[in-house]
């Protein structure tokens, strides 16, 4: 079954902000093999110029699809959970995410698509500080398969 074009535009909020600390980051870190010493140690990332420890470049996917969450269970969207894979996912920064940060999130189902059988769902996550301004924005495409049969 099609996914239902009229979720396209559709913005959800994260209930809360994100609250970034430096143990978080040290375990996404960890958990991608990357033992660069400014995810890890404040001295190392305060040598390198930065406030605090920085998160490597993919951590909002950590919380960036949890304002998501509520389309997806949506059962008006018609998504099937089951057969979702990851599809692509890329990041535009304005700045790095440092430890401390207090991160808020709107994620916004930007397309929808069919290529053969399968669904495309595009989302697109603008995370800011608490004051409005921009870190970043995170782009994901999942991919519900057969779902366009």
Do not use: W
């Not at 430096?22 to 990357?34: H, L, T, W």
């Not at 990332?45 to 930065?50: E, I, K, N, P």
Request: overall charge negative; charged content about 20%; some cysteine.
């Amino acid at each position: 079954m099609a996914l239902n074009r009229e979720f396209v535009g559709r913005a959800y909020k994260a209930s809360s902000p994100y609250e970034v600390s430096r143990v978080k980051i040290a375990e996404f870190a960890a958990a991608i093999g990357d033992q660069n010493p400014i995810y890890h140690h404040r001295d190392a990332a305060v040598a390198a110029g930065h406030p605090d420890v920085v998160a490597p470049p993919t951590f909002p996917i950590v919380f960036t699809m949890s304002a998501a969450g509520e389309a997806f269970g949506d059962p008006d969207l018609g998504l099937d959970f089951t057969m979702v894979v990851h599809g692509e996912q890329r990041f535009e920064y304005e700045r790095p995410v440092y430890a401390g940060d207090e991160l808020h999130c709107t994620t916004t189902i930007t397309e929808i698509r069919s290529v053969g059988r399968n669904e495309f769902l595009t989302l697109c996550s603008e995370v800011t500080t608490g004051g409005g301004d921009l870190v970043c924005r995170a782009y994901n495409t999942i991919v519900e398969r057969g779902g366009a049969a």
